[in-house]
């Protein structure tokens, strides 16, 4: 496990990437994956640099890391909480590990929110909504009987 053929591989300014507007997003190469992660925490993050593929680079690799470990030890908390649903102790750890991973996925963009907040628009992008708009206005007041 890990290297640089790990997982699946993405260019950033790939066709694919450029349509999800991802194309402003500065970044190089693919996350790769230490050689000493467990298996299952190796699975997730699997599973997280194929959910943003196009919008994760090399740099997040860490941030990756940190997000599987957090996925798998909120599942493991969670089956102990079905056993114990009463416990303090757990459900304070569930609740510090969920902010955790609140925090880690507006980082990485795992939600199309948190990568609207993440990616700005061109500012050619920005006019083009206001003057369809604005189209839109003219139009309909050219129907409306006055």
Known sequence: MGGPTSGPQ?????ERSRA???????GTGSPELREDVPPAVAKEWH??????????????S???LQM???IVRNEAIAKLLDLNPADDKLNATSLAIGRQM??????LGLTPRDRQML??????????PVSRLAQLRQSN??????
């Open 141 to 146: 007041s050219e129907r409306i009987p006055q």
């Open 102 to 107: 609140l925090l880690l996925s507006q980082k």
């Open 119 to 128: 990616i700005r628009p061109k500012p050619a992008e920005e006019a083009k």
């Open 20 to 26: 999800k507007g991802l194309s402003g997003v500065v």
């Open 62 to 64: 860490e941030a990756l």
């Open 10 to 14: 993405h260019n950033p300014n790939s």
């Open 68 to 70: 599987a470990r957090l």
């Open 47 to 60: 599973n997280l640099v194929m959910l943003t593929s196009g919008i994760t680079f090399e740099q997040d």
